[in-house]
């Protein structure tokens, strides 16, 4: 990638000779190589040079001033831009350059992208950590735990209550049990009360005839 920038050599401003002079030794010092394209003296680079500066990038009188940067055919900016960029340590990706290793620029660019990189690690590991399901669905879990609490505790409670009612039937029926030999042994115990009543008499009424007999005699 060749880096363009257009001058004006034999330019009567003396604001844009210093323009001019500020970005050539600038990307001196950063050993950058460049090439120099003169729109004084070469009327196809001047008209080139207003072609390609974006519309939004001229002034009022659409007229492009130098000193104009660009990166082959991209359009990288004019002196203003330029003078931003190095005062943000950015003038690599100004003009769309990778910074040299060990420059301020590239220090910055690794600390940008430990920070990114950071991000999302924590990212990935949030979503790698799981939720609870009671956090997940919030209160609604814990009803219907306390639903489900509850149904088992009515099961339980009707499990109990069959329990105590075949208890119930099994004392009846042992009560029913002593009571029909109980029955029994009154209507034995009558039975034979009245017998002996009746052997009474008979003895009564033998004695009698007894008694009689000897008066007669």
């Known amino acids: 990638m ?32 460049y090439t120099q394209l003169d729109i004084a003296c070469n009327e196809e680079n001047r008209m080139w040079m207003r072609e390609n500066v974006p519309e939004e990038k001229k002034p009022a009188n659409g007229i492009p001033l130098p000193p104009q940067i660009f990166n082959e055919e991209g359009y990288c ?3 203003d831009t330029f003078f931003d960029a190095k005062e943000d340590n950015a003038v690599y990706a100004f003009l769309g350059l990778p910074p040299p290793p060990g420059s301020k620029e590239a220090e910055q660019a690794d600390k940008a992208n430990i920070v990114e990189n ?16 009671e956090e997940r669905n919030g209160d609604a ?26 208890d119930d039937e099994a004392t009846e029926a042992e ?38 007999e000897e008066e007669a005699e």
């Open 2 to 33: 060749v880096i363009k920038v257009f001058l004006a050599s034999s330019s009567g401003s003396t604001a844009i000779k210093k323009k001019q002079q500020d970005v050539v030794g600038f990307l001196e010092a950063l050993k950058v190589d």
């Open 77 to 79: 900016g004019d002196y």
């Open 118 to 133: 950071g991000n999302h690690a924590e990212e990935n590991l949030d979503d790698s950590i799981e939720v609870p399901v």
């Open 141 to 166: 879990h814990v009803e219907e735990q306390a639903e489900a609490a509850d149904e088992e505790e009515g099961e339980g409670g009707e499990e109990e209550a069959e329990a105590e009612a075949a």
């Open 175 to 212: 009560t029913a049990g002593d009571e029909a030999p109980a029955e029994e042994e009154e209507e034995e115990e009558e039975e034979a009360g009245e017998g002996t009543e009746e052997v009474t008499e008979d003895t009564a009424q033998a004695e009698e005839e007894e008694e009689q």
